[in-house]
């Protein structure tokens, strides 16, 4: 039997090479007209007036007297608008949006627009709290009563931008009486239903097609609604094509970012056991809802991380502030959380003088042991032999010591993580319910009909890979195209490490049916739903039971050395082992490994973003610093297969997992190097002095 | 109305587009190389990387009118050379493209680099890509590929 693993020419890489590919700002019409939006000059305040300049023919100017439906970007909570009416929220939140024929004099109107404002005094504090979690596990008054003394850190995360190197962008344009638009998305069924909703439209009357995408990773999951459904008012009202492409500078000023956090751990202690854990977690909305909810259950679910503890108090809390809306971001909320345990869990092994290794193998979840949620782990967890696969390959247990000893500032670190795969909770029984359709034609050419994007991660290799091997065709017989809603099912999002596990898994369920009941030369068609396994239960109001289907797992080991004078930090290897259930292709995993592994790393030591008085202070790559090929040390990765009952081929989700355990394997090797204790990220050359000079 | 001449993929081109419009403006919109990419519109990210007369350039930084009389190969012009197809088939092999973006101006920034040094080190490659952004790859496989068509492209450059 041929090893599904073993990896295959991707099917979309020489086209991306060669530039043939078309990325949206690539797409060319007839007549189309730009635009730019209008956006607020102040974090919050009341609009008091509107003065409008007389438009010259071809000219427009759209705002909320244009919006057929309600006045919101159709997400969870209904409590963004699409075009401030009333009052503005943010600095640079959207107001109108000027469209016509030439650039320049579209910007000359923008710039003569003028609002008259009644200024407000913003928030930036963590005060106005809008949602609040919490739940518990055994039981911690009785753990606080038993324990001796209490251990307690706070950790602090900062924003992270997501910096796909294509920016933002939308076409729109008016076809068959359909608006239609065609964007860099993550998500065209999302995109669709808040156009629905803000034209308040028929179902098909609003087309949403994907252009290539030139990387997302969460940044468009929930954001391209907001420019969906600007232009979609604009092609409704004046039907004519739109294109609104962000710059770089507006798009790192205007879009989602990653949540920044605060995060309050106490450790209920007796004789070196940890009775108990209450975890206080406060995470940065900006000045709307939006995904923050959800975000934070993601990171309340994480709570303890890899371990098993068994008297927990979680508690948590979605502020608003008046700044940027922050969104969706690999690892949604995961990576705050898994930073905070993951240092915690060394901070407690220190301060009871404690081997760190040993105290996090004692608390080690196994299988059948219950989790945060009081859920079950049901699949078998190989932890223990990915760790010794990653001590062996990386030399861990010498240099950890020898490092200690030599009087260089050299560290090495390690983190331990696993990542929820699929929606939390019920999600994908109750508001996805994914749908998935196989055609094949007369020819035999069988095309895979899901909303799926590939942003990416590969997965226009992947899905046809599972087809082509289980009806054993060539994978040239198998075609998927860039979604199109006209066309394709609602498979859901492209979020949430969900695409192979769940939309896979259904593709893998329809071509099953399709070679069982498979016709030569005939026209066949196969449609798969989800159904939820009945094992599964969750109580989503006291977040209790199974908060995902399935776990991915991951160690991260990072080594760093650290300027002596400049205090400047350079990551010389880092060594990774993951247990994904099973790689659809391996080099697809080991890329997709890299890359997060990476990002997860300069989240931890290298990328500063901040807002001052409201306003995002790192505007363009030339402030905001990411990795490039000179700080990405060589990353060692391995796969260990773990396959997933439920997965097509035993796969389960790997695309953010690779991200979460980065951070924390770089603080860890950075504190290991200078012997201080980290308690935020990114560790930067000043925090490193900062800590050096508290003696 | 002045005309700006130039060599654009091996022929040439005029336009009458002003001498201060971007290079990249110019290449992606009036002959619809839209293999150059804008990733920063600031010189940083690389994306919009080109040759001009053989040495690598921020498109977006170039004023149309410094090209006047000068030879510029954008990605589609080096994917016709057999430096280009290697180049491709490279990066393929490795495993170097994810969401592409990044792909063609590494790819240009890659021909550039083996130009100046046939058979680079693995610092050197990283240093010969360190003005080209990529946010999906974590660069281990990008380097694997400049090394593999330097190994595989003995003569080439
Ligand atoms: S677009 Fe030219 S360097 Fe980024
Ligand atoms: S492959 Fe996406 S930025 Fe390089």
Redo the contacts between chains.
């Keep these: 039997m041929k090893d599904i693993s073993k990896?295959i020419?991707?099917v979309?890489?020489?086209d991306?090479?060669?530039?043939?590919?078309?990325?949206i700002?690539?797409y060319?019409m007839e007549n189309m007209l730009h635009a730019i939006t209008v956006r607020s000059k102040h974090q919050k305040a009341k609009i008091i007036k509107r003065t409008y300049p007389v438009l010259k023919e071809g000219y427009y100017i759209i705002d909320h007297t244009d919006i057929p439906g309600v006045n919101f970007v159709k997400m969870i909570f209904d409590d963004m608008p699409v075009f401030a009416e009333n009052e503005v929220n943010y600095y640079l939140e959207p107001i109108a949006l000027v469209v016509g024929p030439d650039k320049e004099e579209v910007l000359e109107i923008v710039n003569s627009i003028e609002i008259a404002y009644e200024i407000q005094i913003p928030t930036y504090e963590y005060t106005n709290s809008v949602i609040n979690y919490n739940f518990t596990k055994g039981n911690i008054e009785k753990a606080k009563k038993e324990s001796e003394s209490e251990i307690e850190y706070t950790y602090n995360t900062p924003y992270q931008e997501?910096?796909?190197?294509?920016?933002q962008g939308m076409i729109g344009y008016f076809e068959n009486n359909q608006v239609t638009l065609v964007g860099s998305i993550q998500c065209p069924y999302y995109v669709k239903a808040a156009v629905v909703s803000i034209l308040d439209s028929e179902e098909d009357y609003i087309r949403v097609k994907q252009a290539?995408?030139?990387?997302?990773?969460g940044g468009k999951e929930e954001f391209p609604s907001l420019i969906a459904c600007h232009l979609a008012i604009a092609v409704h009202k004046i039907k004519k094509s739109v294109k609104l492409i962000y710059?770089?500078e507006e798009d790192m000023e205007t879009t989602t970012k990653r949540h920044p956090a605060t995060i309050k751990l106490k450790a209920y202690m007796k004789d070196n056991k940890i009775l108990g854990i209450s975890s206080n977690v406060g995470i940065d909305a900006g000045a709307y809802i939006g995904l923050s909810g959800v975000v934070l259950s993601r990171a309340l679910i994480a709570a303890t991380g890899v371990y098993t503890i068994d008297n927990l108090a979680v508690n948590g809390d979605v502020f608003i502030t008046n700044t940027v809306p922050n969104g969706a971001f690999r690892g949604f909320g995961a990576p705050q959380m898994l930073f905070a345990i993951e240092m915690f869990i060394h901070h407690i092994a220190k301060d009871i003088n404690v081997e760190p290794l040993t105290l996090r193998q004692s608390y080690l979840a196994k299988q059948n042991d219950s989790t945060s949620t009081t859920g079950t782990f049901r699949d078998p967890i190989i932890m223990p032999e990915m760790l010794e696969k990653a001590l062996k390959e990386s030399d861990f247990i010498r240099k950890e010591k020898e490092y200690k000893q030599e009087n260089s500032l050299k560290g090495i670190g390690m983190s331990w993580f696993l990542h929820g795969c699929g929606f939390t909770g019920s999600g994908e029984a109750t508001h996805i319910n994914a749908v998935v359709k196989l055609e094949k034609d007369k020819n035999d050419l069988v095309t895979i009909l899901i909303a799926a994007v590939d942003?990416?991660?590969?997965v226009k290799t992947t899905m046809r890979k599972i087809v082509s091997n289980i009806l054993d065709i060539p994978i040239e017989n198998v075609i998927y195209n860039h979604p199109d809603t006209n066309l394709v099912p609602d498979s859901g999002p492209t979020v949430a490490s969900r695409t192979i596990m769940i939309v896979g898994g259904l593709v893998a369920r329809a071509a099953k049916q399709l070679k069982e009941n498979w016709i030569d030369r005939n026209y066949q068609i196969f449609t798969e739903k989800y159904k939820q396994p009945s094992y599964i239960k969750w109580d989503e109001d006291n977040f209790r039971g199974d908060a995902y289907p399935a776990y991915s797992w991951g160690i991260n080991i990072v080594e760093v050395e650290i300027d002596k004078n400049t205090y400047e930090v350079t990551v010389k290897e880092g060594w990774s082992v993951y247990d994904v259930g099973k790689a659809i292709d391996e080099?697809?995993i080991?890329?997709?490994?890299?890359?997060?592994?990476?990002?997860g790393i300069g989240y931890g030591y290298m990328e500063v973003m901040k807002a001052v008085d409201g306003k995002i202070q790192q505007k363009?790559?030339?402030d905001y610093i990411?990795?490039?090929?000179?700080d990405?040390p060589?990353?060692h990765t391995y796969l260990i297969d773990n396959p997933y009952p439920l997965g097509p081929y035993g796969a389960k989700g790997a695309g953010e997992l690779t991200l979460v355990g980065g951070a924390p394997a770089v603080a860890l090797a950075i504190e290991h190097a200078i012997g201080k204790k980290v308690t935020k990220i990114p560790v930067t050359p000043e925090y490193i002095m900062e800590l050096m000079s508290n003696e | 109305m002045s005309k700006i001449t130039f060599i654009l993929n091996n022929k040439v081109v005029s336009t009458t587009q002003h001498p201060t419009v971007r290079l990249i403006d110019v290449l992606?919109e009036e002959f619809?190389?839209?293999?150059?990419?804008?990733?920063?519109?600031?010189g940083?990210?690389g994306?919009c990387s080109v040759l001009l007369n053989d040495r690598l350039v921020n498109s977006c930084l170039v004023p149309l009118g410094t090209v006047h009389d000068q030879k510029i190969m954008?990605?589609?012009g080096l994917?016709e050379t057999p430096q280009?197809k290697l180049?491709?088939e490279s990066?393929?092999?490795e495993?170097?493209?994810?969401?592409?973006?990044?792909?063609?101006g590494m790819?240009m920034a890659s021909h550039s680099l083996l130009n100046e040094i046939p058979n680079p080190t693995d610092l050197e490659?990283?240093?010969g890509?360190?003005?080209?952004?990529?946010?999906?790859?974590?660069?281990?496989?990008?380097?694997n590929a400049v090394r593999r068509a330097s190994k595989e492209g003995v003569g080439l450059w």
Excluded: H, W
């Design positions: 990896t020419k991707k979309d890489s020489d991306k090479s060669s530039g043939k590919s078309k990325y700002s690539d060319k997501q910096l796909y190197i294509e920016p290539t995408v030139g990387g997302a990773f710059e770089r942003m990416g991660q590969g080099q697809i080991i890329g997709q490994a890299d890359g997060g592994q990476l990002q363009n790559v030339t990411i990795p490039t090929s000179v990405a060589i990353l | 992606r619809d190389y839209t293999g150059v990419k804008e990733g920063c519109g600031e940083e990210c994306a954008t990605i589609e994917s280009g180049l491709i990066y393929s092999k495993g170097a493209v994810q969401c592409g973006f990044c792909t063609p790819l490659i990283k240093i890509l360190s003005g080209n952004l990529c946010r999906c790859t974590g660069y281990n496989m990008i380097v």
